[in-house]
């Protein structure tokens, strides 16, 4: 263990021996400041690379239409994908829409979000807090959290389909206790309640890891002032450790909030987004018409995502900037 | 560059051989069948000493989402075992030039070699050889209708006759479902063509929703609201989510399961000798009797650098002998019709996995052409896909049935305009 | 009414919070990790058993007895009503609705019993041989390779360049700052499952198509990373930075000595994020690789998933198999997700 330690603490060494004299030219001939985007470059780069031109690729998908990959075997149809995904007599009804499964994805997205990210963020701090604390078996605390991460979604869903299927062992369980049995996954408000339930589960570990992380910023002495002045635990939850917590918390908020709206793996897997249309969220929708039939309608969904983008940036700046307001760095 | 990266393994094996032939075969399995080839490709190295046939095992959700979009830029493998005849055809290679006896194939593989000949491929052109022919068909719990002294329907009796017949078996020993049909437009069609269902006009351009699909829609909807279908195999999931019942039907919690012939060799294994169970045979509707064909195939793709050496892989797969070895382990149905009519000696099965095998190859001939044509059909995934979607709405209210129908007809004609 | 979850141990003994806070780490263990044990119980169990409902805990399967007269040994029945209620007997053969029965001990009667009657004996069985199929069908150890080494190559590169990127976000004061940060925090937007088909295009034009660098270089740039990282960073003390600055350190070192270490609970957790995803990762690995000797764990996994059946024993016990070397990666790095500015006696 010794050994292996040192051989680290060797190759990091190594490491900033190697890049250093590189990096201190640079700083020589570009200055300080100018330094920042040396940086930056090469995450910068392959964000280019892979991420920025496949976005630009996805604007080509969504102004064209026809079943093709290749940009230039499309015919270009201009806005034809938004006007068809936004036609509507009403928003609130989405019967009288021309694309009803898109608005019904967009009704069971809305409140899965609301629901979803709310539980998660308390369950998650709550969590976090705890396994803060100098417990016994702390690890293994914090691998029970996490483990549930770990599993890939058709993993996830098939355990929670032995649990919630009509002969599952929930139901054998409320059998036992004398209690009546519920088809979970066929009713649609129950099924809706098990795939805010599942996802949860599966994706708490995440978040409980990035505040845990987050809480060994705070320094142990501001506690220590507190206890001296007398100030009760429950306002040193309050006024130190969230204030202090804020630059984590908003890394969980958004993330939490861009990966709710982006929900799909497990659910997909366990209720199909059924019964009927109950659980269809909107990467379902998107890859129900882009991916799973044929012909792929690729235009239409890479229309539907860029909405669907559209309306999470706003979400999310308006979170940075409410962050920013508080006074916190951001 | 990416060849010399990704077949540096490869090529160690085979840089001794001078001209050697690379080619890689893309596969995936519900049973055996990758294993079934790869131990037949031994014999065709030995036959064929300069071309080299690599398997590449992967889930089929590759063939279904990445082997598209490989084929359409340029990559992807010399060969595959895919379903989707018609979304792959127009990068499927002809190996009737690169075959020695294209007649032979042509009278063994006839029917099912239609199944790749649409768009712009050739009339006679030779794609596919199907080493996986499947039938829709219905399976019954025998020992529930002797335990509950009701006859079992004969073949040919009517889906009525069934529906009846199977509520009062369940209802006599107590089990939750009567009767069940996976979740997919494919096994929905069958019973609808029973039922008057045309699908297509005379200019073969589909027409989803008429008198006879309406009818069986109407039925199927019924038997829902009345307990007679299983509600968790279509109502419990959503979009064109496929699902099948197959868990109920072995835990003997189901008297009669529509689905296929694939289901044949897992019954076999997982049900043993818990009770016994047999094919239907043919269900009718008011109008005709027939089930739905299908199945898996070889093609070669027309971007391959060595067309002659795919063409005798094709040609070797079609053999009798070697058809008949595979389908022997796999325990498919043979689409060769030579061996439809020799028979295929299984190894190693049951009485029931023997005697329902035989009775789904039978009941093959008695298909409509309307059935052949749905499955030669280039985008019948779209229809396999929207009627599933659409239906569940009714059967759990969130449309009426005609605001169902109506919805799918429209599914189905936004999909063709995307069709180029 | 917050206390259990701010207290401390070793201060007032075992009180109150410590029970609830107990109590919460209890039922968070029936419910995170129930689950997942009973999902290793089930690898060890047959197909047919993992068809049964309603589901059991332990993988059993029928008792199998050796009977004279007979070659192969005979599944054993209790027998629970009828004129032999309360015997055990082996079936010989069942034919409808009856079966045939024989004692063990007295080999020539033959019974007719109702299968009603009988129920079978089952006893824990261990199905081993879904796991032994696992290593014998698949070239485990070369596929194993190819999973660790995107793996490693791509979580050094993800902590290097996305470390850099965040110091650079959180340290600096330059005009594009803002704009940046934003870039990176928009590129989530838009769903993964969307860009698989551009970044395809993207990949086979650069040659990458069947090489584990078409899965490295496009997973590394995270913005998850980038983001998680500049929002700890933000939390060190810029006078630390200055005073190092002071004594001449060069901005490689102020980086490479001081934020580095420093940010060691949010780098552990990268780690952490970064082995997870690129080891779980398949829909990409699966449209960019489709040769065998460059295939990963996952898609090999996920080969027993066919059309119409998927092999849930073995694709059990593979899951098994190939949540083992993460748990020991977790088990490794979550210590370090307690040593931060806190211990370090810094302000």
Known sequence: MVQIRAAGVALYEGAFNLLERPMLALQRVLGQHRLAWVFLLPNLLIFGLFTFVPIILNFAFATTSGDRIIIGDRPYVGAANFASLLDCESYLNPNTCRRDLFWRAV????????????????????TALILNRDIVLRGFFRAVFFYPVLLSPVVVALIWKWILQRNGVLNAGLDWAGFGTVNWLLEANWA??????????????????????????????????????????????????????????????????????QAFDEIYVLTGGGPGSATTLLIQYIYDVGFATRPRVYGLAA??????????????MAQLAATRKRGEDG | M???????????????????????????????????????????????????????????????????????????????????????????????????????????????????????????????????????????????????????????????????????????????????????????????????????????????????????????????????????????????????????????????YYSGSWQIGRFGRDIGDMFDWVATGAICGPEACTGMPGGAGIVGFSHTQHPEAVGAVMEFIARDDVQAAVLAQTRNIPANAMLQEAGIAYEDVSEDVAAALTAFAASIPSFSDTAYALQGYANNRAIYTSIPARITQAIVGELSLDEALERLDQDIADALAEAQ | MFSWLLGRRGRNGFDLTDWLAFGFLGLGVVLM???????????????????????????????????????????????????????????????????????????????????????????????????????????????????????????????????????????YRFTGRTAVFVLIIATLMIPPTITLVPLFLVVSQMGLVNSHWGVIWPAIATPTGVF?????????????????????????????????????????VLVIFSVMWRWNEFLWPLIVLNRSEVFTLQLALNAFQGELQTSWSNLLAM?????????????????????????????
């Not at chain 2, 051989?17 to 890689?24: D, S, T, V």
């Not at chain 2, 996986?132 to 040919?156: S, W």
């Not at chain 2, 989803?208 to 279509?234: C, I, K, N, S, Y």
């Not at chain 3, 060890?44 to 029928?62: D, G, I, N, V, Y």
Request: aromatic share 10%.
């Open chain 3, 33 to 171: 990790l129930g689950p997942v044990l009973w999902l290793v119980l089930s690898s060890f169990k047959t197909e047919a058993a993992l068809q049964e409902f309603p589901p059991r805990l332990m993988p059993l399967a029928p008792v199998m007895v050796e009977v004279s007269g007979h070659a192969e040994p005979l599944p054993l029945y209790a027998i629970t009503d009828g004129p032999e209620a309360g015997r055990e007997l082996a079936q010989i053969r069942r034919i409808g609705l009856n079966a045939q029965m024989v004692d063990p001990a007295r080999p020539d009667e033959v019974l007719n019993i109702h299968i009603n009657d009988r129920e079978a004996i089952r006893s824990v069985a261990v199905a081993t041989e879904n796991y032994t199929t696992v290593f014998t069908r698949f070239n485990f150890l070369l596929y194993f390779w190819n999973s660790t080494f995107i793996t490693v190559v791509a979580t050094i590169l993800t902590v290097l360049f996305n470390s850099m990127a965040a110091f650079a976000l959180a340290k």
């Open chain 2, 2 to 256: 990416k060849r010399i990266l990704a077949t540096t393994a490869t090529l160690a094996l085979s840089a001794g051989m001078a001209h050697a032939q690379e080619l890689r075969f893309m596969c995936y399995q519900d049973g055996t069948e990758c294993q079934a080839w790869e131990a037949q490709f031994e014999t065709f190295h030995a036959e064929n000493p300069g071309i080299t046939v690599i398997v590449d095992e992967v889930p089929y959700a590759a063939i279904i989402e990445s082997l598209p979009i490989q084929l359409e830029v340029g990559e992807g493998p010399d060969l595959a075992r895919v379903t989707d005849y018609g979304g792959l055809a127009r990068y499927m290679l002809d190996v009737r030039p690169h075959v020695s006896d294209a007649d032979a194939i042509e009278a063994r593989y006839g029917q099912s070699l239609a199944w790749a000949r649409v768009g712009d491929n050739a009339p006679d052109g030779i794609y596919n050889i199907v080493d996986q022919l499947t039938a829709t068909g219905g399976f019954a719990n025998k020992t529930f209708f002797e335990q509950a002294g009701v006859d079992m329907p004969e073949p040919g009796a009517s889906w009525a006759d069934w529906a009846e017949a199977s509520r009062a078996v369940r209802d006599a020993v107590g089990v939750d479902f009567a009767m069940a049909i996976d979740r997919t437009g494919h096994r929905f069609a069958a019973p609808a063509m029973s039922f008057g269902a045309a699908l297509f006009d005379d200019n073969g351009d589909p027409i989803l929703v008429d008198d006879g699909f309406r009818a069986f829609a109407e039925q199927f909807v019924a038997w829902h609201e009345d307990g007679t279908m299983a509600r968790d195999v279509w109502a419990g999931a959503g979009g064109g989510t496929y699902q099948d019942a197959a868990g109920e039907f072995i835990n003997a919690n189901l008297v009669m």
């Open chain 1, 107 to 126: 009704h069971n997205t809305g409140w899965f979000v609301v629901l979803q990210v709310g539980f998660m963020v308390l369950f998650s701090l709550i």
């Open chain 1, 303 to 316: 229309a539907a995502s860029l909405m669907m983008a559209g309306v999470l940036f706003v979400l999310t």
């Open chain 1, 192 to 261: 809706f309640f098990w795939i805010v339930f599942v996802s949860i589960w599966a994706n708490m570990g995440f978040y409980v890891l990035i505040l845990l992380a987050g809480l060994q910023s705070i320094p142990g002495d501001v506690y220590e002032a507190a206890e001296m002045d007398g100030t009760p635990r429950w306002r040193q939850l309050l006024r130190i450790t969230l204030p202090l917590l804020m630059p984590t918390m908003l890394v969980v908020l958004v993330l939490s909030l861009i990966r709710a709206v």
């Open chain 3, 228 to 268: 998680l990282l500049r929002q700890y960073m933000l939390t060190i003390p810029d006078d630390l930075l200055d005073a190092a600055r002071m004594d001449h350190a060069s901005e490689w070192r102020v980086y490479w000595k001081i934020v580095l270490p420093l940010s060691a609970p949010a780098l552990a």
């Open chain 3, 319 to 347: 899951t098994v198999l190939t949540l083992l070397p993460i748990t020991v990666v977790f088990a490794f790095l979550q210590k370090y997700i307690t040593q931060g500015i806190a211990q370090s006696g810094v302000k």
